[in-house]
């Protein structure tokens, strides 16, 4: 009886290091590792801080109030990551010293636990085992606050960058951001073709949003200083511009920097949807149904021509090439849009489905599998 009694003793040690390494793991994938690297714990303490945030926002009346409660989601969500995994860290070792020394009782491992993972040294252990353990605590304590420490500037150094964008937005296409007011702006002082100069720097925004927002996923729900702003709403009018600059606009010349963008712009939605859980068509047609009808693109190109932009003439053919650019990123900018519960914009968040929380374990390969099952499809049609 007394051999059962010391292995399970010693399972309930080895048991308690396993999960101290899994947290570990978990902060390590968070805060360190530069790619999107999904962990269980991590999505579920967003998850749970996001589902008591939205009890909250849904009793309220206006959405100047929603955003103002929402703005606090990202930081607490992000404050609550350490607090999980030292509570974790607490409880495995404290496990681990009562499974050492069981003698001793709960009471003086959770007082040892404590004391070591906060360097507290009011309590030393007696068994070397212990002080072994405790010495690994205490490091993995600090380590641990001094991850998120470390974090923060690299978080909020990308989100300033971001937002820089997404303010300068406002004055060229305004509040909420407009693709077709952005074009009669340029056009009215003279500088269409400086179109092209503002894709290309929206390139780069795009390709550093898809990296910072997957691997400093906590980023995606940052909102902006202003409540009539979003990351997400801007992303969405420049690529409309782009993409009616590509389909619809006669500058005569062709609009590689459009087309780059476009490109940029959706396969970074798409990553950043895809670690969401959002689902979305990795292999659209350009056939396939867009949120946008074409009496409203129709009515966009005859704004346009009314105020003297050069378009090309065939409006038909315009709406063909529009929904053919629009299809790529339509479903991903519309999740985005629900999700980050963006402030309304036209073609953006003005259509975007309810919000739905995020699931607690990924989905992952969506896109891929799209794009399978899409080519089977077509294999068998044939």
């Known amino acids: 009886m007394e ?9 309930l ?52 109030r929603q955003d103002a409660v929402m703005a606090l989601f990202a930081p607490v969500g992000l404050l609550a990551l350490p607090v999980a995994w030292l509570a974790i860290v607490f409880l495995a070792y404290a496990a681990a010293y009562w499974a050492i020394a069981p003698a001793d009782g709960w009471r003086v491992a959770l007082d040892g636990s404590g004391s ?38 690299s978080i909020y150094s990308a989100f300033s960058r971001r937002e820089a964008a997404v303010q300068k937005l406002d004055v060229r296409a305004g509040t909420p951001p407009s693709a077709v007011t952005m074009i009669v702006r340029f056009h009215r002082i003279g500088r269409v073709d400086e179109l092209e100069t503002l894709f290309r ?8 949003l898809g990296e910072t927002h997957t691997s400093l996923a906590g980023l995606v729900f940052f909102r902006s200083p202003r409540a009539d702003q979003s990351w997400v709403t801007a992303a969405g009018c420049v690529l409309d511009t782009a993409a009616i600059t590509s389909s619809a606009l006669d500058l005569g010349h062709r609009t590689p920097s459009a087309d780059l963008c ?67 990123y339509d479903s991903v900018l519309l999740g985005l849009a629900a999700v980050t519960m963006a402030p309304l914009s036209p073609w953006s968040s003005d259509r975007s489905p309810a919000f739905r929380s995020p699931l607690l374990r990924r989905r992952a390969g969506r896109a891929h599998q799209a794009a399978v099952d899409r080519q089977r499809s077509g294999n068998e049609s044939q």
């Open 201 to 208: 720097a929206w390139e780069d925004w795009f390709v550093e």
């Open 116 to 153: 070591a993972l906060f360097t507290l040294g009011f309590q030393a252990p007696r068994q070397f085992p212990s002080r072994l353990l405790s010495f690994t605590q205490a490091g993995l304590g600090l380590t641990l606050i001094a991850l998120l420490i470390t974090y923060l500037p």
């Open 13 to 64: 040690v080895v048991g308690a290091m396993v999960v101290v390494a899994a947290t570990t793991l978990s902060a390590v994938r968070t805060f360190v590792l530069p790619r999107a690297a999904d962990t269980f714990l991590s999505r579920l303490v967003f998850v749970t801080v996001r589902r008591a945030f939205d009890r909250v926002v849904r009793r309220l009346d206006s959405y100047e």
């Open 3 to 11: 051999a059962l009694f010391v292995a399970l003793r010693t399972l």
């Open 262 to 328: 476009l490109r940029a712009g959706f396969l970074s939605l798409r990553a950043v949807s895809d670690y969401l859980s959002i689902p979305f068509d990795g292999d659209p047609s350009p056939a396939d149904p867009i949120s946008i009808t074409k009496d409203e693109f129709l009515g966009a190109y005859e704004q346009l021509a009314a105020a003297g932009v050069p378009v090309r003439p065939d409006p038909e053919d315009c709406w063909a090439a529009f929904a053919g650019w629009r299809v790529n």
